[in-house]
């Protein structure tokens, strides 16, 4: 794809973004065919994010890491995308309808970053853990599959070019020493209207989400981009992504590192 058709895609991607509105599909010479395309749209989608007045790059998601997750949207590898300080809101925070399209809410581990991270010594493995984290945080990604397609049908290519179709993170305010859970087996519960709607565990993100954390330092290393300290990671849903509607209210329960909670109206 040419550099003016990867401009263009982006261009669409970031008006529907700003606008709330969904999309049929891309104009066919600026759908992505290949991952490499899709991040290259996604990349310029960025660029087009930090324009906007107070917006900053604090971290990344990681989407596809949980088995449920990926039979809803029929994706079956791991892809990221940006965390903007401006799509992301504290704890207890009201998020207004007409910003989304097709939301779903995630409940995730996150990580923060406790140093830069020197990526001449990539790659990482569990055994670098103290070194690259000083702490983990309960969140909620609320995902926008803005492509008016059953879910199945919009492919990897179109979810990475649209930042992943990351629209908001929340997140809680504190920071919890790594060992605080067993993330091998730590389970998280997702209520909407004080219903209990699923059960899912830290387990679920490809076993464990430092391994999903890992695996995104790796990716963006070999690429030569270094996640920098304080930024954050969100790792992938611990349960299926659970589809939200104007009047709901959300909690994710993450046990004895506390709750998250959006309203939606």
């Not at 794809?1 to 970031?14: R, Y």
């Not at 995308?81 to 097709?102: I, M, R, V």
Request: proline residues 5%.
């Amino acid at each position: 794809m040419n550099t003016n058709n990867i401009l263009k895609a982006a261009n669409i991607l970031f008006q529907n973004k700003l606008n709330g509105r969904g999309i049929n599909s891309l104009p066919p010479n600026c759908t992505p065919q290949n991952n490499e395309e899709a991040y290259q749209i996604q990349n310029e989608l960025k660029i087009l994010c930090l324009s906007l007045k107070d917006n900053i790059s604090i971290g990344k998601k990681v989407g596809c890491t949980n088995k449920i997750a990926q039979e809803q949207i029929k994706v079956y590898e791991p892809f990221y995308g940006e965390l903007y300080s401006k799509f992301s809101s504290e704890n207890n925070c009201t998020l207004k309808s007409n910003n989304f399209y097709k939301p779903h809410a995630e409940p995730e581990i996150s990580f923060r970053m406790k140093e830069d991270v020197n990526i001449t010594n990539a790659p990482f493995a569990i055994h670098n853990v103290d070194e690259l984290f000083d702490g983990l945080l309960p969140s909620i990604e609320v995902v926008d599959f803005r492509f008016n397609k059953e879910l199945k049908n919009i492919g990897i290519y179109n979810l990475i070019s649209s930042n992943g179709a990351s629209e908001h993170w929340i997140y809680g305010t504190n920071v919890y020493p790594i060992n605080k859970i067993n993330l091998e087996n730590h389970v998280v519960s997702i209520y909407v209207d004080s219903l209990l709607i699923d059960k899912g565990n830290t387990n679920k993100v490809l076993e464990n989400p430092l391994n999903s954390a890992i695996w995104l330092i790796n990716q963006l290393a070999l690429k030569g981009e270094p996640l920098l300290k304080g930024q954050f990671i969100s790792t992938g849903t611990c349960t299926k992504a659970i589809q939200i509607k104007p009047g709901n209210t959300i909690k994710a329960d993450f046990g004895s590192i506390g709750s998250v909670k959006l309203n939606y109206v």
